[in-house]
């Protein structure tokens, strides 16, 4: 399937999944399902690639509950510098890591976490996803999302790579998604690295009060649990 038509299914999966009234984890499993028998092939390749990332112990080594949270300075969809410091002034966050604007799974999980944006709201709470993305395409989904948290750009990984969430897609997957998906031209750097999807959710205090960190990109954490953890 060449790269036109990769993007004209993924975007009608991904369309038919967002109407689903169903939670995010049951859409993320519907999603892999239909990944599965559209594109075996590749669904093979992730879950080698899950499996080489989890012997490996990837993400293992991020921070950990308890700890507190290494700042950050990044620009958002605007190019407007945004520091955890400065936002947790106003509450606690909902720190999400994201692999690109290109992923249906991080899209799936972002109109998610934006549906649920007026909860996290209502307790006090933020939410702000990170992806490696370059600004025109983190502002580019925050417009055709309708979101309504900001989209922070890391570029080149750096702050994924100081929180060991950083990894390199691999030489077979790789080859996989060139020319389905272009990795140097949305980061603007050749590395094909990705960050692991994760959640932080962080107190006033700088401290993480809940994680979830999976290599396996098709996982994350359940809104209720997020909207728990902000509670808390």
């Known amino acids: 399937m060449n790269a036109a038509a990769t993007r004209q299914t993924l975007e009608e999966a991904f369309r038919r999944i967002r109407a689903m009234d169903g ?9 892999a399902s239909s990944s599965r028998e559209r594109q075996p092939e590749f ?25 507190i949270m290494p ?11 945004v520091g955890l410091d400065q ?21 799936v999980s972002i109109n998610a976490l934006a549906r649920a944006h007026r909860q996290v709201a209502a ?19 925050k417009v055709s999302g309708e979101l ?14 100081s929180l060991n969430l950083a990894i390199w897609v691999g030489a077979e997957m790789q080859k996989m998604m060139t020319g389905r998906q272009d990795l140097p031209a949305f980061q603007g750097n050749s590395s094909w690295m990705l960050p692991i999807p994760a959640t932080f959710v962080i107190g006033q205090d700088g401290r993480i009060r809940a994680r979830f960190v999976d290599p396996d990109y098709r ?9 728990a953890a902000i509670k808390s």
């Open 148 to 161: 309504p948290f900001p989209i922070l750009t890391d570029m080149d990984n750096g702050y994924a790579l």
């Open 71 to 81: 700042p950050f300075f990044l620009p958002d969809e605007n190019g407007h510098l």
């Open 123 to 141: 307790c006090g709470g933020q939410i702000v996803a990170i992806m490696p993305d370059r600004q025109r395409y983190s502002s580019e989904l």
């Open 23 to 31: 939670s995010l984890n049951e859409q993320l499993q519907t999603l």
């Open 219 to 227: 996982k994350r954490m359940a809104v209720e649990d997020l909207i």
């Open 87 to 107: 936002m947790l002034v106003d509450g606690p966050v909902a720190m999400t890591f994201h692999r690109g604007h290109w992923c249906p799974y991080c899209r």
């Open 43 to 67: 669904a093979a390749a992730i879950e080698r690639l899950v499996e080489r990332l989890r012997q490996n112990g990837a993400g293992e080594n991020a921070p950990n509950v308890g700890e």
